[in-house]
Structures are given as structure tokens and as C-alpha cells.
């Protein structure tokens, strides 16, 4: 349930977005929620291995090359997923930072600490 509850909170974050972005669009909630669930899988599965990947310019950047990544990757998910536009590079990696900002104040109003929805 838990899981279920973390997914349509991500897709009200990504549905709000263009009211905060002009650059992003999103065409219906079932559109976001489609984008949201490939957004979980890809930072699931492709995010750890590019993060390794990418570990000495990481360090080297002292951590800011996390959010060129995170970028590519919006913008990657905004290419596949059809009624969700992102415009350009500069464009998803501030989306990103504001879907994080948006998803993570959602799930601490809305998820309660103990595991219970």
C-alpha cells in the first residue's frame, strides 16, 4: 500500500510541475503517472550504475555532477514517455530539483514515519 501511495504522490509532484515550470508539460494524470513509475524504475535501475560510473567526475565536481545526471535522466524518461515534455537539458535538471523538492514534501506530510499509510 505503501508503495502504491509513494507512487501517485510522485505523480501528483511531476502533474504540478508545469503549473511552476512553463519549460515541462504534462498532458493528463495518466500521463503522469506512466512518467512516474519509469522515473522509479530508471533512478532504480539505470541511476546507481551511472552514478558509479560517473564516481571520479562526481568527486571531482563535489557532488554536483548527481544533478547532471538526475537531469539526463528527466530528460531521458520526458523523451520516452509519450504527454510528458521536458524542452531542454537546463530545463529537466531544475525539473528534477523540483520534483525532488515537491515529491519529498508531499511524502513527509502524507507518509507517516511507521510504515502506516
Do not use: C
Not at 16 to 36: C, D, E, I, Q, R
Not at 37 to 42: A, H, M, P, S
Not at 72 to 100: D, K, N, P, T
Amino acid at each position: 500500500m505503501r508503495l502504491l501511495l509513494t507512487w501517485f504522490i510522485n505523480a501528483a509532484a511531476l502533474f504540478a510541475l508545469p503549473y511552476l515550470m512553463h519549460s515541462v508539460s504534462v498532458t493528463n494524470v495518466g500521463a503522469a503517472l506512466v512518467a512516474a513509475l519509469v522515473l522509479g524504475l530508471v533512478n532504480t535501475l539505470i541511476r546507481p550504475v551511472l552514478v558509479l560510473l560517473t564516481l571520479p567526475v562526481t568527486l571531482l565536481s563535489m557532488g554536483l555532477f548527481i544533478l547532471v545526471i538526475n537531469g539526463l535522466l528527466f530528460w531521458g524518461v520526458a523523451q520516452v514517455v509519450e504527454g510528458f515534455h521536458v524542452e531542454g537539458f537546463w530545463s529537466a535538471v531544475g525539473a528534477a530539483i523540483l520534483y525532488s523538492v515537491i515529491s519529498w514534501a508531499l511524502s513527509t506530510l502524507l507518509l507517516k514515519k511507521d510504515g502506516n499509510t
